[in-house]
Protein backbone atom coordinates (compact mmCIF):
# COMPACT_ATOMS: atom_id res chain seq x y z
CA UNK A 1 0.00 0.00 0.00
CA UNK A 2 1.20 3.48 -1.03
CA UNK A 3 2.13 6.14 1.60
CA UNK A 4 0.41 8.60 -0.45
CA UNK A 5 -1.02 8.77 -3.63
CA UNK A 6 0.17 10.43 -6.61
CA UNK A 7 -2.18 13.29 -6.13
CA UNK A 8 -0.63 14.10 -3.05
CA UNK A 9 2.84 13.42 -4.19
CA UNK A 10 2.71 15.88 -6.54
CA UNK A 11 0.92 18.49 -4.05
CA UNK A 12 4.05 17.81 -2.16
CA UNK A 13 6.68 18.90 -4.99
CA UNK A 14 4.19 21.88 -5.32
CA UNK A 15 4.48 22.77 -1.83
CA UNK A 16 8.12 22.30 -1.65
CA UNK A 17 8.46 24.31 -4.89
CA UNK A 18 6.46 27.00 -3.77
CA UNK A 19 8.40 27.54 -0.49
CA UNK A 20 11.02 27.72 -2.71
CA UNK A 21 9.98 30.60 -4.54
CA UNK A 22 8.71 32.34 -1.95
CA UNK A 23 11.94 31.99 0.04
CA UNK A 24 9.93 30.06 3.15
CA UNK A 25 12.73 27.65 3.22
CA UNK A 26 15.63 28.43 6.42
CA UNK A 27 18.57 29.45 4.44
CA UNK A 28 21.87 28.75 6.32
CA UNK A 29 24.98 31.04 5.73
CA UNK A 30 28.15 30.67 5.95
CA UNK A 31 30.43 31.57 9.26
CA UNK A 32 33.92 33.53 8.62
CA UNK A 33 36.48 33.10 11.28
CA UNK A 34 37.86 36.60 11.62
CA UNK A 35 41.60 36.59 11.17
CA UNK A 36 41.51 33.07 10.78
CA UNK A 37 43.74 31.18 13.23
CA UNK A 38 45.32 34.35 14.66
CA UNK A 39 41.53 35.79 15.94
CA UNK A 40 40.48 39.67 16.55
CA UNK A 41 44.15 40.31 17.68
CA UNK A 42 45.88 43.95 17.90
CA UNK A 43 48.58 43.48 14.26
CA UNK A 44 51.86 44.19 14.85
CA UNK A 45 54.52 45.99 13.05
CA UNK A 46 53.54 46.96 9.54
CA UNK A 47 50.52 44.53 9.32
CA UNK A 48 47.72 47.39 9.63
CA UNK A 49 45.34 46.13 6.76
CA UNK A 50 45.49 42.92 7.91
CA UNK A 51 41.64 42.31 8.75
CA UNK A 52 40.87 44.35 5.69
CA UNK A 53 43.17 42.09 3.47
CA UNK A 54 41.32 39.49 5.15
CA UNK A 55 38.03 40.79 4.28
CA UNK A 56 38.84 41.16 0.62
CA UNK A 57 39.48 37.79 -0.13
CA UNK A 58 36.37 36.60 0.87
CA UNK A 59 32.89 37.25 -0.34
CA UNK A 60 30.02 37.51 1.98
CA UNK A 61 26.15 36.86 1.83
CA UNK A 62 23.24 38.12 3.57
CA UNK A 63 22.86 35.40 6.23
CA UNK A 64 26.93 34.83 6.43
CA UNK A 65 28.67 35.22 10.13
CA UNK A 66 31.30 36.41 11.30
CA UNK A 67 32.93 35.02 13.91
CA UNK A 68 35.34 36.75 16.69
CA UNK A 69 37.79 35.38 18.84
CA UNK A 70 39.35 37.73 21.19
CA UNK A 71 40.86 37.98 24.98
CA UNK A 72 41.04 41.18 27.08
CA UNK A 73 39.17 43.25 23.99
CA UNK A 74 35.86 44.34 22.35
CA UNK A 75 34.45 44.04 19.34
CA UNK A 76 32.30 47.43 18.16
CA UNK A 77 29.82 48.16 15.32
CA UNK A 78 30.19 51.23 14.19
CA UNK A 79 29.59 53.50 11.50
CA UNK A 80 31.79 54.44 8.54
CA UNK A 81 32.49 58.13 10.34
CA UNK A 82 33.73 56.57 13.56
CA UNK A 83 35.22 53.67 11.99
CA UNK A 84 37.45 56.16 9.89
CA UNK A 85 38.78 57.76 13.53
CA UNK A 86 38.50 54.52 15.78
CA UNK A 87 35.48 56.49 17.87
CA UNK A 88 33.56 54.08 19.97
CA UNK A 89 32.08 56.45 21.95
CA UNK A 90 28.40 55.36 20.25
CA UNK A 91 28.99 52.29 18.67
CA UNK A 92 25.68 50.62 17.18
CA UNK A 93 26.50 47.26 19.12
CA UNK A 94 29.25 46.30 21.48
CA UNK A 95 30.46 42.79 22.33
CA UNK A 96 33.25 42.12 25.12
CA UNK A 97 32.31 38.10 25.69
CA UNK A 98 35.58 36.72 23.65
CA UNK A 99 33.30 34.63 21.39
CA UNK A 100 31.13 36.95 19.46
CA UNK A 101 29.24 35.87 16.54
CA UNK A 102 27.16 38.70 13.93
CA UNK A 103 24.96 37.76 11.12
CA UNK A 104 24.36 39.43 8.29
CA UNK A 105 21.30 40.67 8.55
CA UNK A 106 21.02 43.23 5.08
CA UNK A 107 23.56 43.50 1.97
CA UNK A 108 26.01 46.75 1.95
CA UNK A 109 29.09 47.64 4.46
CA UNK A 110 29.30 46.48 8.39
CA UNK A 111 32.13 48.78 9.87
CA UNK A 112 34.01 46.93 13.13
CA UNK A 113 36.39 48.04 15.31
CA UNK A 114 38.29 46.99 18.58
CA UNK A 115 36.84 48.86 21.58
CA UNK A 116 40.72 49.85 22.77
CA UNK A 117 41.61 52.54 20.82
CA UNK A 118 44.96 51.89 20.44
CA UNK A 119 44.44 48.52 18.73
CA UNK A 120 41.99 50.36 16.47
CA UNK A 121 44.52 53.03 15.58
CA UNK A 122 47.22 49.86 15.11
CA UNK A 123 45.01 48.42 12.72
CA UNK A 124 42.17 46.37 14.74
CA UNK A 125 39.29 47.12 12.66
CA UNK A 126 37.50 45.60 9.69
CA UNK A 127 34.98 46.81 6.91
CA UNK A 128 32.97 44.15 5.52
CA UNK A 129 31.25 44.44 2.22
CA UNK A 130 28.06 42.16 2.42
CA UNK A 131 26.94 41.40 -1.38
CA UNK A 132 23.46 42.28 -3.24
CA UNK A 133 22.45 38.71 -4.90
CA UNK A 134 19.75 39.84 -7.41
CA UNK A 135 17.26 37.83 -7.87
CA UNK A 136 17.18 35.16 -10.83
CA UNK A 137 15.72 36.53 -14.15
CA UNK A 138 16.01 34.69 -17.34
CA UNK A 139 16.79 36.43 -20.05
CA UNK A 140 15.16 35.38 -23.58
CA UNK A 141 14.68 32.22 -24.73
CA UNK A 142 16.77 32.85 -28.01
CA UNK A 143 18.47 36.02 -29.40
CA UNK A 144 16.38 37.78 -32.34
CA UNK A 145 17.51 36.55 -36.02
CA UNK A 146 19.45 38.91 -37.78
CA UNK A 147 17.81 41.41 -39.76
CA UNK A 148 18.12 43.14 -43.19
CA UNK A 149 20.70 45.93 -43.03
CA UNK A 150 21.69 45.08 -39.75
CA UNK A 151 25.70 44.51 -41.16
CA UNK A 152 25.08 40.70 -42.43
CA UNK A 153 26.40 40.76 -45.09
CA UNK A 154 27.03 36.76 -44.56
CA UNK A 155 30.52 35.12 -44.86
CA UNK A 156 32.69 34.51 -41.86
CA UNK A 157 30.74 34.66 -38.13
CA UNK A 158 33.84 35.75 -36.36
CA UNK A 159 34.73 38.93 -38.44
CA UNK A 160 35.56 42.10 -36.82
CA UNK A 161 32.18 43.14 -38.11
CA UNK A 162 30.87 40.65 -35.84
CA UNK A 163 32.66 40.83 -33.00
CA UNK A 164 31.30 42.14 -29.60
CA UNK A 165 31.77 45.73 -28.88
CA UNK A 166 35.35 46.70 -27.37
CA UNK A 167 34.09 50.06 -25.89
CA UNK A 168 34.10 50.68 -22.06
CA UNK A 169 30.12 51.18 -21.64
CA UNK A 170 29.86 47.19 -22.73
CA UNK A 171 29.20 45.19 -19.58
CA UNK A 172 28.99 41.38 -19.39
CA UNK A 173 25.76 40.20 -18.43
CA UNK A 174 25.67 38.01 -15.13
CA UNK A 175 22.81 36.43 -12.97
CA UNK A 176 23.56 35.16 -9.65
CA UNK A 177 21.30 31.77 -8.05
CA UNK A 178 21.44 31.20 -4.42
CA UNK A 179 20.29 28.00 -3.59
CA UNK A 180 19.64 27.04 -0.27
CA UNK A 181 20.83 23.35 0.62
CA UNK A 182 17.39 23.27 2.59
CA UNK A 183 15.94 24.01 -0.90
CA UNK A 184 17.89 21.25 -2.52
CA UNK A 185 17.19 18.43 0.46
CA UNK A 186 12.94 19.70 0.12
CA UNK A 187 13.45 19.06 -3.98
CA UNK A 188 15.28 16.18 -3.37
CA UNK A 189 12.46 14.70 -0.65
CA UNK A 190 9.88 15.42 -2.98
CA UNK A 191 11.64 13.73 -5.58
CA UNK A 192 11.86 10.77 -3.98
CA UNK A 193 8.28 11.01 -2.57
CA UNK A 194 7.17 10.86 -6.67
CA UNK A 195 9.34 7.60 -7.45
CA UNK A 196 8.20 5.55 -4.46
CA UNK A 197 5.11 6.45 -4.57
CA UNK A 198 5.11 5.56 -8.28
CA UNK A 199 6.92 2.44 -7.27
CA UNK A 200 3.91 1.51 -4.61
CA UNK A 201 0.78 1.51 -6.93
Known amino acids: MAC ?3 SQASLLVCAALVML ?3 SLPAGGFQFHVGGSRGWIEPTGNDTDVYND ?3 ENRFHVGDSVYFEYKNDSV ?5 DDY ?3 DGTYPIYKFKDGHTTFTFDRFGFFYFISGNLTHCLNGQRLIVRVMHILPFSPGPLGAPAPQPG ?3 QGGDPFSPAHSPPTS ?5 VTAN ?3 SPAAVVALAAAALVVSFSGLLL
Open 4 to 6: CSV
Open 21 to 23: GSG
Open 54 to 56: WAS
Open 76 to 80: LVVDG
Open 84 to 86: GTC
Open 150 to 152: DGD
Open 168 to 172: SSASP
Open 177 to 179: VLV
